[in-house]
């Protein structure tokens, strides 16, 4: 069965420091989304990806969040000076149209220190 | 106000209980998600809901879109069902999802 796969699994940064997390999605996939867990809260939207742009973000996104899909494969978060707050589990998601089911990759944990 | 809520928050069940979960929302939706979510951490999705009902192997969703209500349905539980189970509900003409903060299911043997 085809899979999202995320990489690293686990990334420790220092505060301040930039960081990408690293998607790829199911090749016919057309639609992208981040979202973040912090520990013992609940998933949260960050942002979603189509055609190239982003189509929607929420508030958590601002100016330190970047997502670009470079090559046509890869699908990347960028945080661009990391804050301890910033501590959570990012998960990559696509959907073959905007409503269909979504695949989740089994997430990245981020831990910044 | 959380526009997804869930209950229960915890749930403990016996091996082989029929277990139900159920999810109220408040906006307008185009569809309804059922996530499991293990204790690693990785998401998998069970249903996709958008009326009616819908069935994979022991598991069952329902959903209610008047009531802006829906149930997933667990028969014959099996300690490998524990996870915590999540729902999420996807708003008309948005492409974000909104997440309710997951059910713990635990089944002891």
């Known amino acids: 069965e085809p899979e999202v796969t995320q990489t690293p699994s686990h990334q420790v940064t220092q505060m301040g420091q930039e960081v990408i997390l690293r998607c790829v999605p199911i090749s016919n996939h057309l639609y992208f989304y981040w979202y973040r867990q912090i520990l013992g809260q609940k998933v949260e939207f960050l942002v979603s990806?189509?055609?190239?742009?982003?189509?929607?973000k929420s508030e958590i996104f601002d100016d330190q969040f970047s997502v670009e899909r470079p090559d046509g494969s890869n699908f990347t978060l960028k945080i661009r000076s990391t804050k301890l707050e910033d501590s959570a589990m990012y998960f990559c998601?696509?959907?073959?149209?905007?409503?269909?089911?979504?695949?989740f990759g089994q997430g990245t944990r981020l831990t910044v220190v | 106000k959380n526009e997804v809520e869930q209950s229960p928050q915890n749930l403990t069940a016996q091996e082989g209980e029929f277990i139900t979960i159920n999810c109220s929302y408040s906006?307008?939706?185009?569809?309804l998600h059922w996530l499991q979510q293990h204790p690693g951490g990785g998401i998998v999705s069970l249903f996709m809901?958008?009326?009616g009902k819908k069935k994979h192997g022991r598991l069952i969703a329902t959903i209610n879109i008047q009531e802006k209500h829906s149930s997933l349905h667990i028969t014959a539980s099996h300690p490998r069902d524990s996870a915590v189970y999540i729902c999420?509900?996807?708003?008309?003409?948005?492409?974000?999802?909104?997440f309710g903060a997951g059910t713990r299911l635990t089944v002891k043997p």
């Open positions: 990806f189509y055609n190239n742009e982003i189509s929607e």
């Open positions: 906006v307008g939706i185009s569809a």
């Open positions: 998601a696509g959907t073959a149209q905007g409503n269909t089911e979504a695949f």
């Open positions: 809901l958008s009326s």
């Open positions: 999420a509900a996807r708003p008309y003409n948005n492409n974000d999802m909104r």
